[in-house]
């Protein structure tokens, strides 16, 4: 029985796998539109390496998809050194994706260059999307993205929130002195605010404290706790539950995660357990030490 269980098994597993990489292809999609259709063609730079590629451009005329990703090319490796394969697979794709979108896209689309507060509306917009998409399937575009968990890595007092801030706040700096423009600085402002208020949107629904709620079953339960709790750094719960047609006694893990982390728990628990019994349930509201106040570090 269980030799017919494993071909599912790895079939499922390919399913999610494609599943995962058509959603990062999606946000890729919709990041490459808010770039060359609305922020780039209106100077508008966007926090990050984004912001910085767009600067080149147009300084430069060097293509902002390409330099995206050649920007990263340092910063995949020292996310390789620090983090492993298993990070920088996903990163890897999705920002070889964005980076081609873009480039491929620019030459295609109209350009708006209307009203610039509509266009950095309808890019934050897309951009959050499109982020949200690839966030939410465990992807990255890399960026201020590695450097921020590399350096929280090393300085645990530093959360990831402020070096992301800071980086920001230098890629203004870059904007004002680029453009020579007030206006400039506070159009890339309003991207980012709306892309962050997307994005937090598509990860975690209209409120931040919402979430899901697993229920898990397995003979190996103290084994699939120790994966979701080393992985993922979620913590688990154990309930007391007894089979009413067997009358054994079952070890129920209850375990409190956000939505985007929901796919990466599923495969790890089949990883090591492919029989095991899974309930996702919503949420409307988690509150607590692990949950709301790590993510606001």
């Known amino acids: 029985m269980q030799m017919n269980l494993k071909p599912n098994s790895r079939l499922a597993k390919a399913g999610t796998l494609f599943f995962d990489y058509l959603v990062i292809f999606a946000g890729a999609v919709l990041y490459g539109i808010s770039v060359a259709m609305f922020t780039s063609p209106n100077n508008v730079a966007p926090g990050g390496l984004t912001g910085v590629a767009t600067m080149l451009n147009y300084m430069f005329s ?68 499109g982020l949200g998409l690839i966030f939410y399937r465990g992807g990255s575009t890399g960026g201020t993205d590695i450097i921020a968990l590399n350096l929280h890595k090393h300085f645990p007092f530093i959360s990831t929130g402020t070096i992301i801030l800071v980086s920001d706040i230098l890629v203004l700096l870059m904007v004002f002195f680029v453009y020579h423009s007030i206006e400039n600085v506070l159009y890339a402002l309003l991207v980012i605010f709306i892309s962050i208020k997307v994005i937090d949107a598509v990860s975690y629904g209209t409120s931040r404290g919402n979430g899901k709620l697993m229920f898990v079953i397995s003979d190996n339960y103290e084994e699939v706790s120790a994966n979701i709790m080393k992985n993922l750094k979620r913590g688990v719960t154990y309930l007391n539950g007894e089979g009413a047609y067997s009358g054994n006694d079952k070890k ?46």
């Open 252 to 297: 129920v893990i209850m375990c409190a995660v956000r939505p985007q982390e929901v796919y990466k728990i599923t495969s790890g628990i089949k990883n090591v357990d492919p029989n095991a019994f899974i309930i996702v349930t919503t949420a409307g509201a988690i509150k607590g030490r692990g949950f709301v106040n790590i993510d606001s570090n």
């Open 62 to 129: 060097l293509p902002i998809g390409i330099m995206i990703f050649v920007m990263n090319i340092p910063l995949f490796i020292w996310g390789f050194i620090e983090n492993g394969k298993g990070f920088l697979t996903r990163t890897l794709v999705a920002t070889a994706l964005v980076s081609v979108m873009i480039d491929v896209l620019t030459p295609i689309l109209p350009a708006y260059t209307g009203d610039t507060i509509l266009a950095a509306g309808f890019g934050g917009v897309l951009n959050g999307l």
